[in-house]
């Protein structure tokens, strides 16, 4: 596969050094060429990349698998959150106005949510972020409104038999 060779990308939002080394080889089973990357990043297990488009740069490939797996993540947000695994329809419009409504929905939760910050809850192991995520945004705007149990504004107070409950 020749020498390995170093090169710095724009990986995740951060500037990254990698060394690569690249082969155009033939994938028998299905009979076309295909680029077969090698990359070995700081101390992380040895990766190999496979595309098809022959005429792509090895540094092209790293980066579009690195960008493919933000995706990756909206795609399992859709599945997960919005319940786009479980919408059946039969026209792509009525789906399509789906999608905008659930964008328009995480969009307002995102501006509700905007000014409050995680709490350090998994330890010294994971970095912590500096926004919330999609599941902790629906659990802080459900604790601020409780909707299903009859209250419609946050933190009400109210009595239930003589005691009182506090909906948090």
Same mark, same amino acid.
């Given at each position: 596969?020749?020498?390995?060779?170093?090169? %710095?990308?724009?990986?995740?939002?951060?500037?990254?050094?990698?060394? +690569?080394? %690249?082969?155009?080889?033939?994938?028998?089973?299905?009979?076309?060429? #295909?680029?077969?990357?090698?990359?070995?990043?700081?101390?992380?297990?040895?990766? =190999?990349? =496979?595309?098809? &488009?022959?005429?792509?740069? $090895?540094?092209? #490939?790293?980066?579009?698998?690195?960008?493919?797996?933000? #995706?990756?993540?909206? =795609?399992? &947000?859709?599945?997960?959150?919005?319940?786009?695994?479980?919408?059946?329809?039969?026209?792509?419009?009525? =789906?399509?106005?789906?999608?905008?409504?659930? +964008?328009?929905?995480? %969009?307002?939760?995102?501006?509700?949510?905007?000014?409050?910050?995680?709490?350090? #809850?998994?330890?010294?192991?994971?970095?912590? +972020?500096?926004?919330? %995520?999609?599941?902790?945004?629906?659990?802080?705007? @459900?604790?601020?409104?409780?909707?299903?149990?009859?209250?419609?504004? $946050?933190?009400?107070?109210?009595?239930?038999?003589?005691?009182?409950?506090?909906? @948090?």
């Amino acid at each position: 596969m020749g020498e390995w060779r170093s090169v %710095t990308l724009h990986l995740y939002g951060q500037w990254a050094t990698l060394k +690569l080394k %690249t082969r155009v080889v033939l994938q028998r089973t299905l009979g076309v060429k #295909i680029r077969l990357v090698a990359v070995q990043w700081e101390d992380r297990p040895l990766v =190999f990349l =496979f595309c098809t &488009d022959t005429s792509m740069t $090895p540094e092209a #490939i790293v980066c579009a698998y690195c960008a493919r797996f933000a #995706i990756e993540t909206g =795609f399992r &947000d859709a599945k997960q959150s919005f319940g786009f695994s479980t919408y059946q329809v039969r026209k792509e419009t009525r =789906f399509v106005r789906l999608v905008h409504l659930c +964008l328009w929905a995480q %969009t307002l939760l995102r501006l509700y949510c905007w000014h409050y910050k995680p709490e350090p #809850i998994y330890g010294a192991w994971r970095k912590a +972020l500096g926004y919330l %995520t999609l599941s902790q945004q629906k659990r802080l705007s @459900a604790s601020h409104c409780v909707v299903s149990a009859g209250l419609s504004e $946050p933190h009400q107070t109210h009595t239930n038999g003589g005691t009182q409950a506090v909906a @948090a």
